[in-house]
């Protein structure tokens, strides 16, 4: 027999399944491969006309994609979550009935504001909207959440984190807390977003995207670029995936969180939000500076963001001491 661990440790949070749909396809096997052997997947938009705009490159889930996943007459950030999670599920060699008293916690930003506007376009020009109707009940980032619980019959705490470009990691950290609380002994974590006509626009208005693909931290960087996808992590207590002999890919060793409330968008250059956040989750993992080795970074390849981040970077652990990779 396995022997389970109690205490702190045992309720620590661990990832024991993986889904992922994103620009290299379906499945987190295609996401790792394409990391791993440098693919670039930023090209031409299709989405919607980009003519006249500044940019008009984004990483975009393709349509053979986009049909292997069924349903169309839900959102597509939608059909992009749910094909996450049933594959993050299966990973983690779980039935419906363990999800029951399940946490979710699903991040995201745009929900399914792409057929929101599609349906608002489609009015102005007098157009048939029919079609369109199914997908607006999931307009809200929340929408996504809600069907995903549904689909999987997961009864437990359900929250969508909405921080920008920090969601997902909100919602990992959301459902870590309420694991090694006693509140829940397993829960989904991870995000979901897609592009959409607003969110693009908006970036290109600002003149905050690149025309080429982004370089994070590089000297001449000029800009951020935009993609699409969804994630899924499942995570248990380490005692309850050792006690169901589940594989166990990986520890959340801590998370930290904080707000600087210092500009709508511009960073405080001296990132001091930033370095609490760090300082906050080495504390929590019980891990100082000089044991960490990478770190995966913001990275938006603005001037203000890359040069803010540097800074916490340096603060938190000295200059040029970690590998860094965005």
């Known amino acids: 027999m396995t022997q389970v661990d109690s205490g ?61 996943l069924g349903r169309s007459q839900r959102s597509r950030a939608t059909r992009f979550l749910l094909a996450a999670a049933e594959e993050a599920v299966g990973h983690a060699g779980l039935e419906a009935a363990d999800l029951a008293t399940a946490a979710v916690s699903i991040g995201g930003a745009g929900g399914g504001s792409l057929e929101a506007e599609a349906w608002y376009w489609a009015r102005y020009q007098r157009q048939p909207t029919r079609r369109l109707r199914p997908a607006l009940r999931t307009m809200l980032p929340a929408g996504q959440t809600d069907v995903l619980a549904g689909h999987l019959q997961i009864g437990g705490p359900r929250e ?20 090694e609380a006693g509140v829940v002994d397993m829960g989904l974590a991870g995000g979901v977003d897609t592009l959409t006509r607003l969110c693009f626009m908006g970036f290109n208005a600002l ?12 000297r001449d960087r000029r800009g951020m670029s935009l993609g699409e996808g969804a994630a899924v992590l499942v ?66 390849g603005t001037i203000q963001n890359d040069r803010a981040e540097a800074v916490a970077l340096e603060t938190v652990f000295g200059a040029g001491r970690v590998l860094v990779s965005a």
């Open 8 to 68: 702190r440790d045992g309720r620590r949070a661990v990832v024991t399944g993986v889904g992922v749909v994103s620009p290299y396809g379906q499945g987190y096997e295609r996401y790792r491969q394409g990391l791993t052997q440098g693919r670039c997947v930023l090209g031409p938009l299709s989405l919607f006309p980009t003519e006249g705009f500044r940019a008009n490159i984004a990483a975009e889930v393709c349509a053979i994609t986009l049909q292997a």
């Open 160 to 179: 969508t984190p909405i921080l920008a470009c920090s969601s997902s990691a909100a919602a990992i950290a959301t459902v870590a807390d309420l694991i």
């Open 207 to 218: 003149k905050l995207l690149d025309t080429q693909p982004c370089r994070p931290f590089a």
């Open 235 to 300: 995570l248990e207590a380490r005692q309850h995936a050792m006690a169901r002999g589940a594989p166990i890919h990986a520890y959340v060793g801590g998370c930290g969180l904080s707000s600087d409330a210092f500009h709508p968008t511009a960073p405080p250059p001296a990132a001091e939000g930033a370095v609490r956040a760090m300082r906050e989750a080495l504390t929590r993992a019980h891990l100082g500076p000089g044991d960490i080795a990478y770190v995966n970074a913001h990275g938006t």
